[in-house]
């Protein structure tokens, strides 16, 4: 724990909400969590996540011989599942647990080939690894609770409901963060320079227009860091504003110090690509996802949630479909409403199958009617 709890609360003990989380070292999750005494805590978890491997008993028997001193591999033991939905009764399968979430891919397709790609069948394997760690703790974001953290193991005692219609909401400080370019043309490029930076909270409004490019990008920066806001909103900041941002930080020599989250990342200067989709008759465009580590970024012209329901709509979705707050503010509801159902598997010890692909039947006119 980066920071102590105070009055009654043990040193290793603090009550508040769970903001932010996600993979870091290897076998590790880490945790921000806002006390009941407005501390913003940084925890760190041990998290291995599980993969399970069904086939037959003598199979699978052979695999655990292949098992032995991988690096993917920290331990494994036989358990029971429910393989397929439809199954009335549960199978003997292997539970492993994978040294870090991002060899999952790796091991998965390994272990697939040790099968002959027909022997094994694989379940859990492409759960999203915050979500996984929810599941596992049974807890969800921006739940109030009580954790208990000893030599980096986290426990938690839940002091909410997801059923709760009632709850608090974290005293969240936010900022919106906007950029002004000095054109050379019509349009704004990468090319062109900053003109200035303004930040408004609803405490005060930080206006960087003094300087070089280089002084307006460290002013920027130091600004962050003084307002420290739990939710920074932006409008474009994944399609444009933020790679604008590294971009310049790149040309200025200060993309090692363009840090905007609680950890000490600094924003990429890659022009990540986005994703183009075709749903329900229409094609949508949704851009790649900043991550502010320890923060919360909306970019409220890349979500569906915020715009519809507000921040109070994002708290919703986030709490009811166990979901990261930085994935609910961009998901649909779609996608937001199968943590649900995935949650709800794990639950129930059913598998939850590796590439599943089963899209909708097609249907006459008659069965419209």
């Given at each position: 724990?980066?920071?102590?709890?105070?009055?009654?609360?043990?040193?290793?003990?603090?009550?508040?909400?769970?903001?932010?989380?996600?993979?870091?070292?290897?076998?590790?999750?880490?945790?921000?969590?806002?006390?009941?005494?407005?501390?913003?805590?940084?925890?760190?978890?041990?998290?291995?996540?599980?993969?399970y491997v069904a086939g037959k008993e003598e199979d699978l028997r052979r695999l655990t011989g292949r098992l032995v001193g991988s690096k993917s591999v920290a331990a494994w033991r036989f358990t029971e599942k429910f393989v397929n939905l439809s199954d009335a009764e549960k199978s003997?399968?292997?539970?492993?647990?994978?040294?870090?979430?991002?060899?999952?891919?790796?091991?998965?397709?390994?272990?697939?080939?040790?099968?002959?790609?027909?022997?094994?069948?694989?379940?859990?394997?492409?759960?999203?690894?915050?979500?996984?760690?929810?599941?596992?703790?049974?807890?969800?974001?921006?739940?109030?609770?009580?954790?208990?953290?000893?030599?980096?193991?986290?426990?938690?005692?839940?002091?909410?409901?997801?059923?709760?219609?009632?709850?608090?909401?974290?005293?969240?400080?936010?900022?919106?963060?906007?950029?002004?370019?000095?054109?050379?043309?019509?349009?704004?490029?990468?090319?062109?320079?900053?003109?200035?930076?303004?930040?408004?909270?609803?405490?005060?409004?930080?206006?960087?227009?003094?300087?070089?490019?280089?002084?307006?990008?460290?002013?920027?920066?130091?600004?962050?860091?003084?307002?420290?806001?739990?939710?920074?909103?932006?409008?474009?900041?994944?399609?444009?504003?933020?790679?604008?941002?590294?971009?310049?930080?790149?040309?200025?020599?200060?993309?090692?110090?363009?840090?905007?989250?609680?950890?000490?990342?600094?924003?990429?200067?890659?022009?990540?690509?986005?994703?183009?989709?075709?749903?329900?008759?229409?094609?949508?465009?949704?851009?790649?996802?900043?991550?502010?580590?320890?923060?919360?970024?909306?970019?409220?012209?890349?979500?569906?949630?915020?715009?519809?329901?507000?921040?109070?709509?994002?708290?919703?979705?986030?709490?009811?479909?166990?979901?990261?707050?930085?994935?609910?503010?961009?998901?649909?509801?779609?996608?937001?409403?199968?943590?649900?159902?995935?949650?709800?598997?794990?639950?129930?010890?059913i598998l939850i199958p590796w590439k599943k692909r089963e899209p909708e039947t097609f249907k006459s006119l008659g069965n419209c009617s």
């Amino acid at each position: 724990m980066s920071q102590s709890g105070s009055g009654s609360i043990s040193p290793k003990t603090v009550r508040g909400w769970l903001l932010d989380l996600y993979p870091s070292n290897p076998g590790e999750m880490t945790v921000w969590v806002i006390s009941e005494t407005g501390q913003r805590l940084k925890l760190v978890d041990r998290f291995q996540p599980k993969v399970y491997v069904a086939g037959k008993e003598e199979d699978l028997r052979r695999l655990t011989g292949r098992l032995v001193g991988s690096k993917s591999v920290a331990a494994w033991r036989f358990t029971e599942k429910f393989v397929n939905l439809s199954d009335a009764e549960k199978s003997r399968v292997l539970e492993i647990d994978v040294t870090d979430c991002r060899r999952m891919p790796h091991f998965a397709r390994k272990i697939m080939r040790l099968g002959g790609y027909e022997k094994f069948q694989l379940g859990n394997v492409d759960v999203p690894d915050a979500q996984a760690y929810l599941y596992d703790r049974d807890v969800f974001p921006p739940a109030f609770v009580e954790v208990r953290a000893e030599d980096k193991r986290l426990s938690y005692r839940l002091l909410d409901s997801v059923e709760s219609e009632n709850y608090a909401i974290p005293p969240l400080r936010m900022v919106w963060v906007s950029v002004e370019v000095s054109k050379a043309g019509k349009i704004p490029s990468f090319s062109d320079p900053i003109d200035r930076i303004v930040l408004k909270s609803d405490e005060k409004e930080v206006v960087i227009d003094k300087g070089d490019e280089r002084a307006k990008l460290l002013a920027f920066v130091e600004a962050v860091k003084d307002l420290d806001p739990d939710i920074v909103f932006t409008r474009g900041g994944d399609s444009t504003l933020f790679p604008y941002l590294a971009r310049r930080a790149l040309l200025n020599d200060v993309l090692d110090r363009l840090v905007l989250g609680r950890e000490d990342v600094p924003l990429r200067a890659k022009r990540k690509h986005g994703m183009t989709f075709f749903s329900y008759g229409r094609v949508y465009f949704k851009a790649p996802m900043r991550r502010l580590y320890g923060r919360i970024h909306v970019d409220v012209e890349n979500t569906f949630i915020y715009r519809d329901c507000g921040l109070e709509g994002l708290f919703e979705v986030a709490r009811t479909c166990r979901v990261p707050l930085h994935k609910a503010a961009r998901a649909s509801i779609g996608t937001i409403m199968s943590s649900l159902q995935l949650y709800q598997a794990v639950k129930d010890d059913i598998l939850i199958p590796w590439k599943k692909r089963e899209p909708e039947t097609f249907k006459s006119l008659g069965n419209c009617s």
